[in-house]
Every structure is written in C-alpha cells, then in structure tokens.
C-alpha cells in the first residue's frame, strides 16, 4: 500500500490499521463508564472520604470530587509526571490535619497540607524516579518511597509534628531491580510487600521503627506491576501477561490468571454481594472480571473499558449505588462502574463487528493479514 502522507511513511499496514481501529473505539467509549477527562495520562489516584486523588503525567496532583467528575484543587510544583500519591494524618497538639503525598519521576517527595493546600516539605534522596509510597500510621508514623534506583527509603513522619521535614532514617537495598510497587497486609501483625521489575516480591515486618526482611519470592518472569494483599493472599500482576494470587496457607501454588497483553493493575474486590471476585487492568484497555472457585480462576467478563493501558483501579462505597470502581488510564479518561457493569458489560460497537450477529471464522490476526493483502 503506497501513501503520500509524509507522517505514514514508516508505519507499517498494520500499524496504521491498528490506529484506526483504536480511533475507533475511543469514539465507541466516548461514554462508557462516565469518563472524566484529566488532560494527561493517569498513572495514580487513592480515593479519599469524599474525593478522587490523581496523580498524573503533567507533574500535578489532581483532586476531584466523589465522582470524579469536578475538579476542586490542583497542587503544582513536580518537575516530572506524579507516579504515586497517598494519605496520612498528622497530628499535632493543637490541631490534626491530612498530608498529602506525591512521588515523581523528578526523584522528589513533596508533602502538601491537603486542608490549606500549603507545601510543606520536598522530601530528596533517591538518585532515580519514585515508583510508589506507602504510608504507615500509628504506632509507626513512618512514609516509605521505593525508586528505580533499587531501594526503599524510610521517612520518619513525627518530625512533621513540630513542623520539620521528615528526614529518610533508613535504606534498604536489598531488591537487584527497580522497585515498582508495595501494599501493607493487614492481621495480628502488619506486614509490608514490595515488588520489582525481576519479578521479585519481598516479605517485610516492622520492628522498633525498621524495617526487617523476612521473605524473598520470585513471582513473575518479568516486571511487576501492581501488588495487592488481602485477609486470604497476596495478588501481583506483570508485565509477562498474567496475574497471581498466591494463598497464605499455599503461598509458593500460585493460581495464574494468563492474559493476552501485559497485565498494569489488579483489584480484589472486597465485601461485595459477589465473592471472590478480582479485576484485572491491561495494556489494551480492557478490565477483566474474575472469579476464584475450587482454587481455579474463571472470566466471568471483559469490559472495553479504556482506549489504552488501564493503569490503576480503586473501590469505593457509594451508599446509593453500594459498591463501584474508578479505573485510571493512559487514555487520559477516569471512569467509574457499578458492580453490574463490571459483570453485565453492553457490547461495544465500533464498526468492526461482523454484521447480522455472524460470528467471523478468522483470528483478529487472520483479519489483519487479509486486510493487508486486500489492500
């Protein structure tokens, strides 16, 4: 196929038949899951008593409303897009207020006072971008960042107390990669897990304010995108193109969830009417709906959700709508869905469906190569 537009040249037939496709299906998702549009790719968000935390690609720090849907407040100052933001009390003796977090790819921690909007700290110390920060409250009141420069630095948050930068009071360096993410498991003991781009997680406890290693795990062939830990077992997802959910009580048999892309999120859905149920985000935009039954994991659906990598996903409580979700994604959009979306998604109709319901007898590859010899 010949072209005479100069910024085709060197794309392939199949390349500019998958941009097509993709323009598309954004026009297709134009209102699927009640997108807000953020302006730059969404690469974290927590969610808040009554609000939506974002962090995001254009280095801000985005806070919305409960639904996602208003922008309230805007903190500006990151030199690189915010890869990770979080929450946590400060309590001082006359008054107690919520910090704000942000980590980011300019290799800085900066500590917002969520309620003035007032910076408070920047926090400097890794020779490399910040992948995620995790924040530990009573009794411990320590922050932990963990960075492609291999290691996991811990803050002491006390000092905030009598308004003083916290200052890093340990460092960990005992992962070989770059630390992509971690999440506390919560019982009669707090646990801390971090994972990495080999595919390796680490078992930690806190002792007298230190962090202690107690078990190394390879998980994953490859990078580690997303880790979660719930009262029956730890979840991971990769970039090998599947997720995990490894059993307390069977922790080295895994039950492996095999996608088609690279998986970048997963979330365990918690105290829903449904049990047992996880998502999982990938590279294409799709969420995927899961059930755990006889240690087996089943697709109950596949929502087209994104028209590009979902790249976080959060639960929350609506008490008029009981559970839902907010999905992140590089598509720029955040969406929200209701449990019955997630399980009963509409068909999504972008042009390419076989007509009259005909089921086509070809792969999507098989469709690509005949597109191509057509042309």
Known sequence: MQTS????????????????????KAVALEKRGSPFSLGAKILDLKLGRDEVIVGDSSGAVKCLDELGSTRRKVYRGHAGPVTCVTLAPCYQSESTWTALFSGSWDKSIRIWNHDTGELKASLEGHSDFIKSLLSLTSPY?????????????????????????????QVLRDHTRPITSCTLQYGAEMFVWTGDSMGVVIKWTVRNRRMVLLQTTACHETSITGIEATEDGLWTCSMDKTAQFRQWSSFDKPIILHHASYVTSVLPLKDTSVSDIVLTGDDDGNIRVWSIESEE????ATVEGHGAQ?????????????????SGSLDMTLRHWTLEDLLHP????????????????????????LEELMA
């Open 5 to 24: 537009d100069p910024g085709l040249l060197f794309r392939t037939s199949a390349d500019i038949l998958a941009a097509e496709a993709r323009a598309r």
């Open 141 to 169: 009141e320590l922050l932990l960042s963990t960075s492609s420069d291999k290691t996991i630095r811990v803050w002491d948050l006390e000092l905030l107390r009598s308004g003083q930068a916290p200052s890093c009071v």
């Open 297 to 300: 994991a089943r697709l109950k």
């Open 310 to 326: 979902v790249s976080v996903m959060r639960q929350c409580r609506r008490m008029e709508n009981g559970w839902e979700v907010f």
């Open 346 to 369: 509409p068909l999504l109709l972008t042009g390419d469906d076989t007509p009259d319901g005909e089921e086509s007898l070809l792969t999507e590859e098989e469709e690509r190569e």
